[in-house]
């Protein structure tokens, strides 16, 4: 059986990591590459964190590559910090060189190579904002045609967002940050005839990470995998962290896990409501995931890391 050719686009965060270790366990995926988008992150760390994460799991022959695109709202640097932490963790810092190449081209451009040169559709996984998929796709309209569908973490469609209004001013509480940092670009993906499967916040919020699954992870830690997510997970405890990327990019591997939902939806890119996904009748048609089965989604990451 041939397998599903994915192309990762990631920003850094501590699950951005994470999604991306699940994503090299699937059997049915063949990984294209990794491109690094400079949000949630600071972008040398993150990609250096990238490239070690792939030594560690024996894919050191993927190429990453870094995204210079530029957003309009910041994260903020008390979730950027994390990437210099999880770049430092002593797992991934075993040996003094990295193996996994870094190219010279850009997230953007690579992205468009990648697209260009794969002999069968290859599925989007963007687990951060759609900036550099925006970008991509405004030099190359060509590789729409590429892009078999786009599955991505943001946006929340009939719950609060997640950008607080004491850290951002002027912003009514409704976005989710992945849409937040760039509004714009999300709208311009928005345009294409691209099949977008979206893991909300709606369905997010219900799957939290627990001290209970940190613990279960620290008993199976003489597995590099499983000793390298419970580290990730143990910074982020105290907060009230949830499984985001992990969750979207458990879809690949097992979408019976999942039930999806359609709407119609728009991106709002000005005013107070800056970065909602708000649904609209007669809007963008997307599908979001709408339920999981908690159960199975934790039982499966525990089995995948535990190697």
Known sequence: MSKQLVLMDHDGGVDDYLATMLLLTMDNIELLGVVVTPADCYIQPAVSATRKILDLMGFSHISVAESTVRGINPFPSIYRRDSFIVDHLPILNQSETITTPLVA???QDFMIRVLRE???PV???VTGPLT???VALEKAPD???KIQKIVWMGGALNVPGNVEKSLEPGQDGSAEWNVYWDAISAARV???QIEIIMCPLDLTNNVPVTSELVQKMGRQRHYPASDLAGQCYALVIP????FWDVLATAYLGHPEFYQLREWETEIITTGLSQGRTKVVSGGRKIYAMDKVDK???YAYILEQWAR
């Open 105 to 107: 081209e850009t997230g």
């Open 118 to 120: 794969a002999l069968d």
């Open 123 to 125: 599925m989007l996984m």
């Open 132 to 134: 550099t998929v925006a």
């Open 143 to 145: 590789i729409e045609a």
């Open 190 to 192: 928005w345009k294409t």
């Open 239 to 242: 907060q009230d962290y949830y």
């Open 295 to 297: 159960d199975a989604f």
